[in-house]
């Protein structure tokens, strides 16, 4: 649980960004690169204070150290001069890994103010990297609770609840392969993690997963999305809960066939509802033709299923409902293959990203082919009012 401490001091970082840089996401990635910033410089400190060397500020990156943006001797033009540079060029930085490179792949300062970034970095400065990652995790949760809709890929970020609720009834075990073919912050890959540590350590009390184990369990655990910037934020966030080299990758799942035969034990999404401007060109393999994004994504993951696979997928009622002949085509396919359960959300859920009614659907090839029936609930309260505001309540 975050302490109220730390969300005031995120809070706070907000604020001192605001009236630079207005954006929510772009605020969050100002956030996360320079806790990645300063926790690489932390790494680095632990390392020489247990009798080792610098790995990351070294050579020529060594003038970039947090400590050196701190010197009295700095001016603050000078100071935005050498963040900036920084930041720009740690992607070129040999001496960090892969993951940090793609994390500041592209990164820059969208602002020039000197009082704005000395007020920034001092508040920065005041997270202690002596949390484990699982509270680093969380406090990087806060922030990305900031986020507003990303109205043209139709992206919105999915309650950490929802996410929840959606992993402990697909239950994913440590041997599965999981997918999230639209990863965005890496919420369902996080949460699934989670719940394979959880639910094994409640099952095997005297036997508990060993460090190999677990590294296994996070290999098996993959995402796409077709945005550099939110691949950035997810694997910050994954990061940030203790993948040293989670697999999330930039990819266009409905356009790409690169990845086409590649299956999943479990896959869990919340796809874009809708289809951004200039439309969608699929490739030809999909099992049924249309151009909606939802439409493209629920029989992308039906095809990437394991024969004995099961899914997760919130998707805009219209899935249900619609009467083209796409949707009657999508629907045929996930009845007569893999549909198990229907369960519906109320509008509102997605507040204040969206007020699209919602549904989740829940897919297992394997229990399809049991039974001839499918199973339908209506969710009426899910703990929070439906209002913008979204304030919790009694009734769940």
Not at 53 to 81: C, I, P, T
Request: overall charge negative.
């Amino acid at each position: 649980m975050l302490d109220q401490e730390t969300k005031q001091r995120i809070d706070n970082l907000r604020d001192t960004l605001v009236g630079k840089v207005p954006d929510p996401k772009s605020q969050v990635e100002q956030i996360m690169i320079s806790m990645i910033y300063k926790f690489m410089n932390d790494m680095d400190n632990e390392s020489t204070k247990l009798g080792g060397k610098r790995s990351f500020f070294v050579d020529d990156f060594e003038k970039y150290s947090w400590e050196n943006l701190f010197d009295a001797k700095v001016s603050g033009a000078e100071l935005v001069e050498l963040y900036s540079t920084a930041v720009e060029s740690m992607e070129e930085n040999p001496n960090i890994p892969t993951l940090f490179r793609d994390i500041f792949k592209n990164a820059y300062i969208p602002y020039k103010d000197p009082e704005t970034l000395r007020l920034f970095l001092s508040q920065i400065n005041e997270f202690e990297y002596s949390y484990d990652s699982e509270q680093l995790g969380d406090a990087f949760e806060h922030i990305l609770n900031t986020l507003s809709s990303q109205g043209d890929a139709g992206q919105f970020r999915t309650p950490r609840h929802i996410i929840d609720f959606i992993v402990e009834i697909l239950d994913p075990k440590k041997n599965e392969t999981i997918l999230d073919p639209a990863s965005g912050t890496s919420g369902f890959l996080i949460s699934a993690y989670k719940h394979i540590i959880k639910t094994d350590t409640e099952e095997n009390k005297d036997n508990p997963l060993s460090e190999s184990e677990r590294k296994t369990i996070m290999k098996n655990i993959n995402g796409y999305d077709i945005s550099p910037d939110m691949v950035r934020i997810g694997l910050a966030n994954m990061y940030l809960h203790g993948f040293d080299d989670p697999n999330v990758s930039e990819y266009d799942a409905l356009s790409s066939e690169d990845r086409w035969n590649e299956y999943y034990d479990v896959i869990l999404a919340n796809p874009p509802f809708f289809s951004p401007k200039g439309g969608i060109q699929p490739h030809s393999r999909f099992g049924v033709q249309s151009t909606r994004a939802e439409v493209l994504f629920v029989d992308y993951i039906m095809e990437h299923l394991k024969p004995t696979g099961r899914a997760g997928i919130v998707v805009p009622e219209g899935i249900i409902f619609q009467t083209g002949n796409a949707y009657k085509t999508l629907r045929k396919k996930l009845v007569e293959d893999c549909l198990v359960g229907v369960i519906s959300l109320p509008a509102g859920v997605f507040q204040p990203y969206s007020g699209v009614k919602t549904s989740i659907l829940i897919l297992d090839k394997e229990l399809n082919q049991k039974s001839d029936s499918i199973f339908f609930a209506k969710v009426e309260n899910d703990g929070f009012s439906l209002g913008a505001k979204r304030r919790p309540i009694n009734k769940d």
